[in-house]
């Protein structure tokens, strides 16, 4: 699909977890991403508040659900994007809505050092999601090269 290698070579890539909601699912990704030195200690305060704040759930046309959490540029050392797929969703609020839920299966945490690059992301992340065989393909992706194959 076209998105920069470079934003996966941490490989922060986990495949059909079993998370029981979403602030696990936030302390998960945020060990990772600290793990690889990708964000700095005040990431995951910083996610958790913008996604109460900004809901980032999309329900796409296709019904599936995603997730596009991300924060201000100063929690991040380094750009990077980090992918997980869940076996049971978690609920997530829709994007612009107070109250509508999301039952999420694929979440994709931006961590971007530039806020511009978050836009030109989620453009090319919105393509991506406009394309329901694509978005069946990478649910169904296993291991970190497969899931490259397809998305860079």
Do not use: W
């Not at 699909?1 to 602030?23: N, P, T, V």
């Not at 964000?39 to 796409?60: C, M, Q, S």
């Not at 991300?70 to 997980?84: A, M, R, S």
């Not at 394309?131 to 397809?150: G, H, I, P, R, W």
């Amino acid at each position: 699909m076209g998105l920069d290698q470079q934003l996966f070579s941490k490989k922060i890539l986990l495949f059909h977890q079993d998370i029981k909601d979403q602030e696990d699912l936030f302390k998960i990704l945020d060990q990772k991403l600290l793990d690889q030195k990708v964000v700095n200690d005040g990431f995951l305060k910083a996610i958790t508040t913008r996604e109460k704040n900004y809901p980032t759930g999309l329900k796409l046309e296709s019904g599936f659900g995603v997730a596009i959490p991300h924060t201000d540029p100063k929690y991040v050392n380094e750009n990077q994007i980090g992918f997980l797929s869940l076996n049971k969703p978690v609920q997530f609020r829709q994007m612009g809505s107070s109250t509508e839920v999301v039952d999420v299966k694929m979440v994709f945490i931006l961590c971007l050092k530039e806020a511009h690059q978050q836009l030109a992301m989620l453009q090319n992340l919105m393509a991506i999601f406009g394309d329901n065989k694509m978005v069946d393909k990478l649910y169904q992706c296993t291991s970190a090269d497969e899931f490259l194959k397809l998305i860079c």
